[in-house]
């Protein structure tokens, strides 16, 4: 491998590496209100899983939101291209530090865990 092509790979990795978003990260802003949000327990029935935490199986996905086509409640997000349903036992009326959607996914499984209704509009 030429010199210019390890530097523009290194380049390439440090840059990655820098947008990295980790809301497990302490010094992330809002650490504490990710790392504090809880499954609804009819979503933990419906898994089977017996954690409780939205944060320590899960990551949040970061993506496009939007209201059902019927404008009922149902939301909807944007994932490999197609929209999928939120499952209504995993939407939490709870404000996020930000005012804007919030979607865990569990980082396993990618099954949704958590989601925070956007107070501020979308």
């Known amino acids: 491998m030429k010199a210019f092509d390890r530097v523009l790979l290194i380049f390439g990795i440090l840059l990655l590496l820098s947008f990295r978003v980790d809301a497990h990260d302490p010094s992330m802003a809002h650490h504490e209100w990710f790392n504090k949000q809880e499954m609804n327990p009819a979503a933990r029935e419906r898994l089977g899983v017996p954690w409780k935490s939205c944060c320590d199986n899960g990551d949040v ?55 925070f209704v956007p107070q501020g509009g979308i």
């Open 61 to 115: 996905f970061k993506t496009r939101f939007r209201v059902g086509e019927d404008r009922s409640d149902q939301w909807q997000y944007l994932k490999d291209g197609d929209w999928k349903i939120i499952p209504p036992d995993i939407v939490k009326e709870g404000d996020t530090p930000d005012h804007t959607p919030v979607l865990f996914i569990n980082k396993y499984t990618g099954m949704e865990l958590c989601f």
